[in-house]
């Protein structure tokens, strides 16, 4: 699907509409997908991720209409540098996983928990794995297709490289899982790159390159040795991966690793 052009709002679906911050990178991708909610008929709407701290696109994302909640995929700065301005101009509270970023009253999200506003209802799935505190949006009105927002658990475009300071791989597994078992059909609104027609399609591709990856680092351990560096096993996996990229990887290798061997 065609992603929008810097600083427009664009449909997605009847309930969600994007719009992608300009600070585009290695990790970003073309950049933050901020997402407006809100039912149609209804003015008041819901932001997820406004963005790090870009007062220019944090200013556009207020002046859709007036916002009733903010909510956070994850503690990543480009989804969440911009929080405390953004609270600041709108005045709606901002809840997420990590206290970190609560505004405005806003309390901390639990897993399964429903929450019924400006007629949405949102329902917090619980995705650890890129991050510790990861949640997916399963996103819902009366009437009207759902669709599932994701931040950096799924991605629009390639895959999504785990933390390696709080990020875990078997969370990563079983969130993938949850997000396979939440059915077909559901539209992925992701964090970054483009809307993505079928979230169990998606998830089970997912799954299954986790678990090449996850067979491509046992097979490096067995040739390099049980105590072989993540770099060695970086440059042994993804051998015919631009160098460049290596650092990223190393990332995604540093779980692999502390999962296979604990």
Same mark, same amino acid.
């Given at each position: 699907?065609?992603?929008?052009?810097?600083?427009?709002?664009?449909?997605?679906?009847?309930?969600?509409?994007?719009?992608?911050?300009?600070?585009?990178?290695?990790?970003?991708?073309?950049?933050?997908?901020?997402?407006?909610?809100?039912?149609?008929?209804?003015?008041?709407?819901?932001?997820?991720?406004?963005?790090?701290?870009?007062? #220019?696109? %944090?200013?556009?994302?207020? +002046?859709? @209409? $007036?916002?009733?909640?903010? =909510?956070? *995929?994850?503690?990543?700065?480009?989804?969440?540098?911009?929080?405390?301005?953004?609270?600041?101009?709108?005045?709606?509270?901002?809840?997420?996983?990590?206290?970190?970023?609560?505004?405005?009253?806003?309390?901390?999200?639990?897993?399964?928990?429903?929450?019924?506003?400006?007629?949405?209802?949102?329902?917090?799935?619980?995705?650890?794995?890129?991050?510790?505190?990861?949640?997916?949006?399963?996103?819902?009105?009366?009437?009207?297709?759902?669709?599932?927002?994701?931040?950096?658990?799924?991605?629009?475009?390639?895959?999504?490289?785990?933390?390696?300071?709080?990020?875990?791989?078997?969370?990563?597994?079983?969130?993938?899982?949850?997000?396979?078992?939440?059915? #077909?059909? %559901?539209?992925?609104?992701? +964090?970054? @790159? $483009?809307?993505?027609?079928? =979230?169990? *399609?998606?998830?089970?591709?997912?799954?299954?390159?986790?678990?090449?990856?996850?067979?491509?680092?046992?097979?490096?351990?067995?040739?390099?040795?049980?105590?072989?560096?993540?770099?060695?096993?970086?440059?042994?996996?993804?051998?015919?991966?631009?160098?460049?990229?290596?650092?990223?990887?190393?990332?995604?290798?540093?779980?692999?690793?502390?999962?296979?061997?604990?």
């Amino acid at each position: 699907m065609t992603h929008p052009a810097y600083a427009q709002l664009r449909a997605v679906t009847p309930l969600a509409s994007v719009m992608l911050e300009n600070n585009p990178g290695m990790m970003t991708l073309d950049g933050t997908n901020t997402w407006i909610l809100r039912v149609p008929g209804n003015d008041r709407c819901v932001v997820v991720d406004p963005g790090d701290h870009d007062e #220019e696109h %944090l200013q556009r994302v207020a +002046g859709v @209409g $007036p916002v009733d909640l903010t =909510l956070i *995929t994850h503690r990543h700065y480009d989804h969440t540098g911009g929080v405390a301005r953004f609270a600041e101009i709108t005045g709606a509270p901002v809840r997420s996983v990590d206290p970190t970023f609560l505004r405005g009253g806003g309390t901390r999200l639990e897993a399964d928990e429903v929450i019924e506003v400006a007629g949405l209802t949102l329902r917090v799935v619980a995705t650890p794995g890129h991050t510790a505190d990861s949640v997916s949006i399963l996103v819902e009105a009366q009437g009207y297709p759902s669709a599932v927002l994701t931040g950096d658990t799924i991605l629009g475009r390639g895959t999504t490289v785990l933390d390696d300071s709080d990020g875990n791989l078997g969370d990563y597994l079983t969130s993938l899982r949850r997000l396979l078992e939440l059915g #077909e059909g %559901l539209a992925v609104l992701p +964090g970054h @790159g $483009p809307e993505l027609p079928d =979230l169990a *399609t998606v998830a089970q591709v997912y799954l299954d390159h986790r678990e090449d990856r996850l067979e491509q680092v046992r097979t490096a351990l067995d040739v390099l040795g049980a105590d072989a560096s993540p770099r060695a096993v970086v440059e042994h996996v993804y051998s015919d991966v631009d160098p460049k990229l290596w650092p990223v990887a190393e990332k995604s290798v540093n779980v692999q690793l502390e999962y296979l061997r604990s």
